[in-house]
């Protein structure tokens, strides 16, 4: 595809709830990173993955929070017994090798009720 | 620790006028990138630049330019002559030990150019 695409683009859920939000990276770039936005905030970093492997996960803020990549394609970030405070934008990044310009997708607005 | 601090929370201008967005940055690394992003109302990021902490050229890409002095910590951007079309959101953001890896962003500044 031209761009990063996330799917989807908007989920409402309840409190208590599993959530999975997936990330497709341009093809061809081997590195994937999650972000938080929340509400007239700037960018959090969750995690990144070179390839498959996570070499840091220390934006993760909690362990109901964990990702996963399959090879250098698709990424999924799920969120476990998801709270109020996790309604936020999830933003999606790729960029061919990590250190070089990060591309991203149009986010997922997720609300927990 | 890395900090981005944007202290214009919005500006607005009129069409044709030039704008200067700042950005702060800390860091105790010596190696480290600077970036800038534009999120439109669209919500999608658009990256505008890279530099990296070595290379202090101000910068000029038609309408926008950029200012780098380490001295100050500073890396503002400025919209000349500036349009409509360029109201968004505009992120500073920082990356330490010389990666890019994890970016760390500024709080944004919210520009509304009128017509």
């Known amino acids: 595809g031209a761009g990063v695409s996330q799917s989807p683009s908007n989920k409402v859920t309840e409190k208590g709830k599993d959530v999975e939000l997936r990330c497709d990276p341009i093809?061809?770039?081997?590195?994937l990173y999650w972000y938080r936005q929340r509400l007239g905030q700037g960018l959090e970093f969750l995690i990144y993955?070179?390839?498959?492997?996570?070499?840091?996960k220390s934006g993760l803020p909690s362990d109901r929070f964990s990702a996963e990549r399959t090879g250098e394609s698709v990424s999924t970030l799920t969120i476990q017994r998801t709270q109020q405070e996790d309604s936020a934008v999830y933003l999606c990044?790729?960029?061919?090798?990590?250190?070089?310009?990060?591309?991203f997708g149009p986010g997922t607005r997720l609300t927990v009720l | 620790a890395q900090k981005v601090t944007q202290a214009q929370t919005e500006i607005s201008v009129v069409e044709k006028e030039d704008v200067t967005l700042d950005c702060v940055y800390e860091?105790?690394?010596?190696?480290?990138?600077l970036f800038w992003y534009k999120q439109p109302p669209s919500g999608e990021l658009v990256f505008l630049i890279r530099?990296?902490?070595?290379?202090?050229q101000n910068e000029i890409s038609g309408r926008y330019s950029w200012n780098f002095q380490k001295s100050t910590s500073s890396f503002n951007f400025t919209i000349t002559a500036s349009q409509v079309v360029d109201s968004a959101v505009y992120f500073c953001?920082?990356?330490?030990?010389?990666?890019?890896?994890?970016?760390?962003f500024g709080s944004g500044t919210q520009l509304t150019v009128l017509p």
């Open positions: 530099r990296n902490s070595f290379d202090e």
């Open positions: 093809s061809g770039h081997t590195a």
């Open positions: 990044a790729s960029s061919f090798y990590s250190g070089n310009e990060q591309f």
């Open positions: 993955f070179q390839g498959n492997s996570a070499p840091d």
């Open positions: 860091t105790r690394d010596t190696t480290y990138y």
């Open positions: 953001a920082l990356s330490e030990d010389g990666s890019a890896r994890q970016l760390t």
